[in-house]
């Protein structure tokens, strides 16, 4: 069965960076594309963006071009999201989740297997 | 401010029909499929629809989304307790982002 398991929480200060892991297993890593999405508390869920491991891309929302690196190592089934330039409102829990579209695909569809999720807290 | 609108709370009694609304724009929900997630409290968002009435395996068919123009619904037939939860819409928009609503909190009285 398809899993998806994420790094613990991290306590960081503001302007410093945070890099999580999501490790997938019960597929080919590099047969879906993955992505992120995250929820501040008591908030909704937003979009950052996806990675597609077989052809290379990636796609981040706008909001977090330039603070986000969305990274993967397709030998150890893993991949990474590195958020830089903590604010206290990028204190929230992180998920990873994998597409339903196969990566031979072109656009990302839906979020269909998601991790435990990963509480980033920023804080002074 | 989410991009796509939905109505912050809904209610309903054990047996009844209920109905969630997501509005969007001709740039998002006009172009593309609509997708709803299942959140319990303290757990991960689940998929509930796909491709605006598709539900995966494993879905009961009490749960039925449609889309019209720039406007979805989800509806749950036979209320259950276990359905109180929140529930978000989603879809790409002509940029290939991904935007989601601001979610409905369904409370089954």
């Known amino acids: 069965q398809v899993q998806l398991v994420q790094s613990g929480a991290e306590v960081k200060k503001p302007g410093a960076s945070v890099k999580v892991s999501c490790q997938a297993s019960g597929y080919t890593f590099s047969d879906y594309y993955l992505d992120w999405v995250r929820q501040a508390p008591g908030q909704g869920l937003e979009w950052m963006g996806w990675i597609n491991p077989n052809s290379g891309a990636t796609k981040y929302a706008q909001k977090f071009q330039g603070r986000v690196t969305m990274t993967w190592d397709t030998s150890i089934s893993t991949a990474y999201m590195e958020l830089s330039r903590l604010r206290s409102d990028d204190t929230a829990v992180y998920y990873c989740?994998?597409?339903?579209?196969?990566?031979?695909?072109?656009?990302?569809?839906?979020?269909?297997?998601w991790g435990q999720g990963s509480l980033v807290t920023v804080s002074s | 401010q989410s991009v796509l609108t939905q109505p912050p709370s809904a209610s309903g009694t054990p047996g009844q029909t209920v109905t969630l609304s997501c509005s969007g724009s001709?740039?998002?929900?006009?172009?593309?499929?609509v997708y709803w997630y299942q959140q319990l409290p303290g757990t991960a968002p689940k998929l509930l629809i796909y491709?605006?009435?598709q539900r995966p395996s494993g879905v009961p068919d009490r749960f039925s989304g449609s889309k019209s123009g720039t406007s979805a619904s989800l509806a749950i037939s036979g209320l259950r307790s276990e359905d109180e939860a929140e529930y978000y819409c989603?879809?790409?928009?002509?940029?290939?982002?991904?935007?989601f609503g601001g979610g409905t909190k369904l409370t089954v009285l």
């Open positions: 989603a879809t790409w928009d002509v940029s290939l982002s991904g935007v």
């Open positions: 491709r605006n009435n």
């Open positions: 989740a994998r597409d339903s579209s196969a990566s031979y695909e072109i656009l990302a569809e839906s979020f269909q297997y």
């Open positions: 001709r740039s998002n929900i006009g172009s593309n499929h």
